[in-house]
């Protein structure tokens, strides 16, 4: 299990006007993936792509600059951080001076790049200009009038069409639901899911992501997840899982998993 008795959730905070990396809590990948039956080498590469809305710090006079930062951090990283410590930390920053945008770009990745144990990149996207949201392509799994009355998470609900067809598609919903493992608050994501191999049935596909609704965990572990039960309950050629979570706290976290593709990242209108 993960050691969440080391982080902020859950617990009054102390917000630090001066510079604090120490905060930032990295928690090991292998205790979640041990869970999921991952060991050694990874059936997935990919990216968790983070957005803080409210990165501030004050430049070499004093005056306050903002930016929107874009972080990527590789799946293949031991630690993933957990989320209020790095608002805590990018808080830590808003009342130090830096030469430049440069160089607080510089500090950010040396610090994240340590908490993660890899390479983590930054990149400024400017708060006045305009990023056109987008819509997901291929078929909405939301539109499959269902039923439903199981809300908790079960494998059991994939099965492939009948009867069988090999198909390449990509499938989306915006139900995804799931819940912070310390809090338990909810937090709301579009998944959109990329194969080929055996077609997947859609009805039981949609019951699957609904049954997240009550499930605790990380959004990394969620979509790793996902990526596994699909892959040992269908047996795809390849396969690409990727969440969109809506933001929380300023920060948002977007999770990139696949057998072949390279990461990008679209902007959703919920973001």
């Given at each position: 299990?993960?050691?969440?008795?080391?982080?902020?959730?859950?617990?009054d905070?102390?917000?630090?006007?001066?510079?604090?990396?120490?905060?930032?809590?990295?928690?090991?990948?292998?205790?979640?993936?041990?869970?999921?039956?991952?060991?050694?080498?990874?059936?997935?590469?990919?990216?968790?792509?983070?957005?803080?809305?409210?990165?501030?710090?004050?430049?070499a006079?004093?005056?306050?600059?903002?930016?929107?930062v874009?972080?990527?951090?590789?799946?293949?990283?031991?630690?993933?951080?957990?989320?209020?410590?790095?608002k805590?930390?990018?808080?830590?920053?808003?009342?130090?001076?830096?030469?430049?945008?440069?160089?607080?770009?510089?500090?950010?990745?040396?610090?994240?790049?340590?908490?993660?144990?890899?390479?983590?990149?930054?990149?400024?996207?400017?708060?006045?200009?305009?990023?056109?949201?987008?819509?997901?392509?291929?078929?909405?799994?939301?539109?499959?009038?269902?039923?439903?009355?199981?809300?908790?998470?079960?494998?059991?609900?994939?099965?492939?069409?009948?009867?069988?067809t090999?198909?390449?598609?990509?499938?989306?919903?915006?139900?995804l639901r799931s819940?912070?493992?310390?809090?338990?608050?909810?937090?709301?994501?579009?998944?959109?899911i990329?194969?080929?191999?055996?077609?997947?049935?859609?009805?039981?596909?949609?019951?699957?992501?609904?049954?997240?609704?009550?499930?605790?965990?990380?959004?990394?572990?969620?979509?790793?997840?996902?990526?596994?039960?699909?892959?040992r309950?269908?047996?795809?050629?390849?396969?690409?899982?990727?969440?969109?979570?809506?933001?929380?706290?300023?920060?948002?976290?977007n999770?990139?998993?696949?057998?072949?593709?390279?990461?990008?990242?679209?902007?959703?209108?919920?973001?």
């Amino acid at each position: 299990m993960f050691g969440y008795q080391k982080t902020a959730l859950g617990k009054d905070t102390e917000y630090y006007r001066d510079y604090r990396p120490q905060v930032l809590c990295p928690l090991p990948r292998q205790d979640g993936r041990a869970a999921l039956g991952l060991i050694g080498d990874l059936p997935f590469q990919g990216v968790d792509i983070w957005h803080n809305y409210e990165a501030s710090w004050l430049n070499a006079k004093g005056k306050p600059q903002v930016a929107i930062v874009q972080l990527t951090i590789p799946a293949q990283s031991p630690y993933l951080i957990e989320s209020k410590s790095l608002k805590l930390y990018f808080n830590s920053l808003n009342f130090h001076r830096f030469d430049s945008a440069h160089a607080y770009s510089a500090l950010v990745v040396k610090d994240l790049s340590q908490a993660a144990g890899a390479p983590v990149s930054l990149e400024f996207l400017a708060v006045d200009q305009r990023y056109q949201s987008q819509g997901l392509t291929g078929t909405c799994l939301d539109d499959l009038d269902i039923s439903c009355d199981d809300y908790v998470l079960t494998d059991t609900h994939l099965a492939l069409a009948t009867p069988t067809t090999h198909v390449e598609e990509t499938v989306y919903s915006h139900l995804l639901r799931s819940n912070c493992p310390v809090t338990n608050q909810p937090d709301w994501g579009s998944v959109r899911i990329h194969y080929r191999g055996q077609q997947l049935d859609h009805t039981a596909l949609l019951r699957y992501l609904i049954s997240f609704r009550e499930h605790n965990d990380f959004h990394e572990q969620c979509v790793e997840r996902i990526f596994v039960d699909i892959m040992r309950h269908c047996q795809p050629q390849c396969l690409t899982v990727q969440a969109y979570y809506t933001r929380r706290g300023g920060l948002d976290i977007n999770p990139f998993r696949s057998t072949h593709e390279q990461a990008h990242f679209q902007r959703l209108i919920r973001q």
